[in-house]
Each structure stands twice: as C-alpha cells, then as structure tokens.
C-alpha cells in the first residue's frame, strides 16, 4: 500500500473503500470480458466473421491491459484482490459476454460485443467522474481506460451499421493510451 | 398500482432475498433482474429501496436503461 497516497485521495473527499471496491469490480470485468471475447473471437468465422476478427483480437487484448493497468492502483490505495478466481468472476462490474445462442448470426455476436464495450465506457465515465479533480492518478488511469473502451465501442457500433464510420483499424501496438501503465 | 412511501420502499433494498426496487420520478421500478443491481448494489454507491431521483441525473447513462424494468407501483 502507498499510505500517503491513499491519504491523499481520503484528504480530498473520496471514500477510498468505495473506489477500491469500484476498481476491483472493473478489474474483474476486464479479466472475464478478456476471457469471454476469447470465446467470441474464436466463433467469428466465415465471410463475415472473419471480416471482424481482428478488431475483436485488439480489443480482447486491451481489455486484458486493462486489467493489468487497474491491479497496482488497487494495491496502492489498499485493496486487493479476491484469493478466488470464482468470487473474482462473480462480482464483476459488467454482465459476462457470453457466446449468443446463435453462433453463426455475426450481428448477434456484434451485439455482445458492443454491449460490453459499452458497460465499459460507463463504468469508467463514472470513475473518472468521481475521481476528476481529486485523485489524479486513478483518474489518469481511468481516463486512459475510456479512451479506448470508446474507441472499442466506436468499432463494433460501425461494424452494426449504427452510424457513419469515424474511425479507422488500430494502426500499430495495442493499447495506445494505457500503455504508459503497463509495467 | 401499489402505492410506496419512502419507508416502505426502503424495505425493498435487494439483500435477503427480497426485491430490489428504486424509484425515479415518482415511479418504482422492479430492478432485481439486472445483472448491475445484484444484491441490491450498484456502482458500489447507489442502493436498493431509495428514490434515486437525483442520482440519475449525475449518472453516466439516461432513463432509457432504467424503462427496460418493470414499473411496480408510484412513489408518494
């Protein structure tokens, strides 16, 4: 634990029991989103499937960034995590995204995936909410989550055809803005 | 309709097995089903059996996510 750092965050108004229990709960979402798009990735095949692979590859990816970014702020401030990986699973900030019954409908499976992504961006909208102004490091963090949730959310929203495309294929490393986390 | 006052809605706070219910506008929606309100919690801050009224216009999602669940009664 970093004590002053989490005196700090007290000092400036933040219940810190809270926050940690929020960063924990979106570690958990992260690590299981990693987990379950492994599933999806794998089932998107054919024509279409393949077509949107890639984009749920990096996202897959990222989101297992996330999870690594998350954990050392949880352990400065004081938390920590779950000694079981069920218990892990189960309090996680986002419904699991599973596999929808139709494993061949590529628009079904969209639908996961965006709407994980967006869980994602309201959870993260919410920390940076709470945290602007206050703690600036978790909020860096945070920031740099939802920048490319969005991101991710923008993706598979194009792919349904929700809306005109602004954004283009990730070009090189994954995880643009978190990585200055990644130890 | 049923009919809910505060106290009585504050005994809908999702632990124990009982429902969780909140209350937005003057409604009391049926939330027990959503993943996000599992044991009457959400986003670690907001519980069951309040009116959350102002809460909502803080959160980072609108009313449209709250209407998927049931209206069970209106908050006096």
Known sequence: ?183 | MKHFNREKLSTYNGKNGTPAYIAYKGKVYDVSDSFLWRGGEHQVIHKAGEDLTEALEEAPHGIELLEKFPVVGLLK
């Open chain 1, 1 to 183: 634990m970093a004590k002053v750092t989490r005196e700090m965050v007290e000092n400036s108004g933040i219940d810190v029991d809270e926050l940690v229990e929020l960063l924990v709960k979106n570690a958990a979402a992260e690590l299981t989103t990693f987990y379950y798009y492994t599933i999806l990735r794998v089932n998107l095949i054919g024509l279409e499937g393949e077509g949107i692979k890639e984009i749920a590859e990096a996202a897959r990816i990222e989101d297992r960034n996330h999870f690594e970014a998350l954990v050392p702020r949880i352990y400065e401030l004081g938390g920590e995590l779950p000694q079981d990986m069920k218990e892990f699973h189960d309090i996680s900030g986002c419904p699991p995204a599973y596999l929808p019954e139709d494993i061949s409908d590529v628009n079904k499976i969209l639908e996961v995936l965006v709407g994980a992504e967006r869980c994602a961006v309201r959870q993260y909208t919410h920390i940076c909410n709470i945290t602007a102004g206050k703690d600036h490091r978790t909020y860096d963090l945070a920031l740099a989550i939802l920048n490319e949730e969005i991101q991710h959310e923008s993706w598979f929203s194009e792919f349904l055809g929700e809306g005109p495309s602004g954004h283009f294929m990730r070009r090189g490393e994954t995880s643009p803005f978190v990585s200055k986390f990644l130890e």
